[in-house]
């Protein structure tokens, strides 16, 4: 079973910031793993719900303003390592 991408994907790792919540909200560091025009993938170590709605803003850039995306998927990529992928659809 597949389905067709929307949109091309580009294949970069580049450092972020996540944060979820505004009342004890939660910050975490992960990678982008691809991204396309409406959507990010992350990898970090800390797990993420669907529907969750998440800031993101590259950690080497403190010009650069944040973006608000969902969760619409999330994978465990290594079990026992804690370590987890997500994809993040942007938000209009």
Do not use: N
Request: net charge positive.
């Amino acid at each position: 079973f597949s389905v067709a991408r929307r949109e091309e994907r580009i294949f970069v790792s580049l450092p972020v910031t996540l944060r979820t919540g505004w009342k004890g909200c939660m910050v975490a560091q992960a990678s982008t793993v691809d991204l396309s025009e409406h959507g990010v993938r992350v990898r970090a170590k800390v797990p993420f719900r669907l529907g969750q709605d998440v800031e993101l803003k590259r950690s080497t850039d403190s010009d650069t303003q944040a973006k608000c995306y969902r969760v619409v998927w999330v994978r465990d990529t290594t079990p026992g390592q804690s370590t987890y992928d997500a994809g993040l659809e942007l938000r209009r």
